[in-house]
């Protein structure tokens, strides 16, 4: 794919005419490409657009504080978004549009050969799975699915916007980010956001 660099950055891509209208900039993932957790969101909201980086703003500190209860920094992880530009009046992105991007998506996914996948929201959650997501009774379970041409191991989880309009989701977004570190082997396994039991039990 020629408009990704070696780095997995992304250049001069139009191919959402609509996205490059309203977009300030490409935003492309962050984080290391050798990161054993990879974190996707939906795409640029109006601050990751202005500062060029996925989950600023309050959502951006809400996966930070849940990072670091689990004894993580963001510089640890990589965090992505499976379209690179801001959607007009922060739509969702069509069908389409995360067709065009998933080619980047997939390439990053497969270079850093992550050990989880975690998914912010639903339609990440159902972009990644191709099926549909209730992602409020799902969140926090962990599945096997077929990604970029390998089985890779998903964990489903709100967005963490979720958490200020909601703060009943708060305590669940939470122990979902402390079982990812758990499932990928990083992190303060031990610390948990929750109720401080673990879940690898479960699946
Ligand atoms: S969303 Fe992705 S495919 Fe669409 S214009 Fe932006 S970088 Fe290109």
Redesign the pocket.
Known sequence: MSELDDDLR?SA????PA??ESRTR?VDGVGPTDADLLFVGEGPGANEDERGEPFVGRSGDVLDEALRDAGLARADVRITNC???RPPDNRDPTGE?LA??RG?LDAEIDRLAPDLIVTLGKVPSEHLLDRSVAITSEAGEVVDARIADASRRVLLSVHPAATLYDRSQREGFFEGIALAAEVAGVGDATKSGGDGQSRLGEF
């Open positions: 992304v891509c139009e191919r959402c996205l490059v490409i379209v690179r530009c549009e065009n991007c980047y």
